[in-house]
Nanobody, 124 residues
């Protein structure tokens, strides 16, 4: 079983930057995709960014391209999400996730493991 633990969420202002971290533990996967999703109140969970565990391939939602950067440290079993120029519409609970497969990045129900989430609130 894989355990994922997010950290770094907090209240920030429009235009601020924030870094989220996801630490994986337990029987960690050595392949597949690590991703960040987010869910705002009353909305469905949506894909934000993903990175392949064994390559530099990344994928981003159009709404965050150019502002967010995902990276990983395999030795530390950690995935980071650097968020710049934050906007009120980025307000959500951000979840770290992992899947064994290497396709269909954006479909939440295909991910095998999830963290508890960390709240990001961007004030205007």
């Amino acid at each position: 079983q894989v355990q994922l633990q997010e950290s770094g969420g907090r209240l920030v202002q429009t235009g601020d930057s924030l870094r989220l971290s996801c630490a994986a533990s337990g029987r960690t996967l050595t392949g597949g995709i690590m991703a960040w999703f987010r869910q705002a109140p009353g909305k469905e969970r949506e894909f934000v960014a993903g990175i392949m565990w064994n390559s530099e391939d990344t994928n981003y939602a159009d709404s965050v391209k150019g502002r967010f950067t995902i990276s990983r440290d395999n030795a530390k079993n950690t995935v980071l999400l650097e968020m710049n120029n934050l906007k009120p519409e980025d307000t959500a609970v951000y979840y770290c996730s992992q899947k064994r497969g290497v396709s269909l990045w954006t479909i939440a129900r295909l991910y095998d493991y999830w963290g508890q989430g960390t709240q990001v609130t961007v004030s205007s």
